[in-house]
T-cell receptor, first 115, second 113 residues
């Protein structure tokens, strides 16, 4: 059973417009979330994160919003640029016994930003 | 600074052959280490994680195994590959407990033919 879900496998946006990538989770114990960006044949790179004590975190063109009651988060990219074209993964930290953690990833959303 | 090395970058192996993928981390001590797989058209699935030497936890039953013979070395192995083992394998490390994300290696594209 998927605990982190990205229901849109792909998204196409025009350059300069806003890209909104969505993510839902089922485990209410998750309290830290991350977004990763992945280019083909490369490892994912960290983009932005948010703790459950916040509902918004902003870093330049990237903003992540968290709605705990709805178990939903979203990544906004404004303005979108062609270099943003990649697969974006939403992830939640699952804290294991002993304080160690593992990341639970969604299936990813492929963003295409076209001129 | 910390770096993670993963090799080889690509690998084509026949069905039934063995597999060994290696991952090493530099610049940190006692990292948590992870093996993930991205199958075609799918997300990132955690295969194994390790919190210390010879301490390996398996997430899903499968045809693969992992070992950690040294603090900063993590190896993914198989005795006999299956076609379904094809995918993009990623090693990652993290330090400490919850609240920190991972740093991923550059990945290995495995094709089993």
């Amino acid at each position: 059973d998927q605990q982190v879900k990205q229901n849109s496998p792909s998204l196409s946006v025009q350059e300069g417009r806003i890209s909104i990538l969505n993510c839902d989770y089922t485990n209410s114990m998750f309290d830290y979330f991350l977004w990763y960006k992945k280019y083909p044949a490369e490892g994912p790179t960290f983009l932005i994160s948010i703790s459950s004590i916040k509902d918004k975190n902003e870093d330049g063109r990237f903003t992540v919003f968290l709605n705990k009651s709805a178990k939903h988060l979203s990544l906004h990219i404004v303005p979108s640029q062609p270099g943003d074209s990649a697969v974006y993964f939403c992830a939640a930290i699952d804290v294991l016994s002993g304080g160690y953690n593992k990341l639970i990833f969604g299936a990813g959303t492929r963003l295409a930003v076209h001129p | 600074s910390q770096t993670i090395h993963q090799w080889p970058a690509t690998l084509v192996q026949p069905v039934g052959s063995p597999l060994s993928l290696e991952c090493t981390v530099e610049g940190t001590s006692n990292p948590n280490l992870y093996w993930y797989r991205q199958a075609a058209g799918r997300g990132l699935q955690l295969l194994f994680y390790s919190i210390g030497i010879d301490q390996i936890s398996s997430e899903v039953p499968q045809n693969l195994s992992a070992s950690r013979p040294q603090d900063r070395q993590f190896i993914l192995s198989s005795k006999k590959l299956l076609l379904s083992d094809s995918g993009f394998y990623l090693c990652a490390w993290s330090v400490g407990g919850g609240g920190y994300g991972y740093t991923f290696g550059s990945g290995t594209r495995l094709t089993v033919v």
